[in-house]
């Protein structure tokens, strides 16, 4: 199939974007996401990134890490659906996962960046764009320094990103707050916005 052809999902299916800033907690709560039951069952995108993989995280499941070749000559072949460069490394939707999603009436839920993620809204105008936002800068800087997965030029990266990404949640859908400890309530919040969106729009058909 063609790349630059467009494919259109199966009636209801849907194509979520969950998005916020460096360290908001997005992976935690697509994984609470992930562990609440749902029929047909949701499909969970993996991202492809040529970012360098952190001692807890497992190819495929974290991301597909790639390298900057590997990485290049798929975008070239049109295999992403989106492809930014965010915090000096290459992140990209593989399209050939979300066109199987959807084509199958799976939900496909993707984790994406802010710069992305208005690609992607720009692309699919059916998409459902979630944004994850801290209880307070202070907290998200917090939480990024906890962490320590990042050299302190990086820290100090991504916290400049941060303050310019969390100016732009109005371009959102739908803004939630991801309180610190409260990962699985906010998965719930996430999860209902996604049933009543289905529910309003059951023959919904997302182009990709």
Known sequence: MNPDESVVGAPGAMLVIVSGPSGVGK????QSLCTIPTEPERYFVVTCTTRPRRDYEVDGVHYHFMTDESFERKRNAGGFLEANLVHGHWYGTPR??????LGAGRDAILKIDVQGAAVVKQKVPEALLVFLVPPSLE???SRLQARATETADELDMRQRNAALELARQEDYDY???NETGEVARTAAFVDEIIRAEKAAHPDRRTRV
């Open 27 to 30: 992976d935690t709560v697509i």
């Open 175 to 177: 803004v939630v707050r």
């Open 139 to 141: 907290d998200l800087f």
């Open 96 to 101: 050939d996962e979300v066109r199987v999603a």
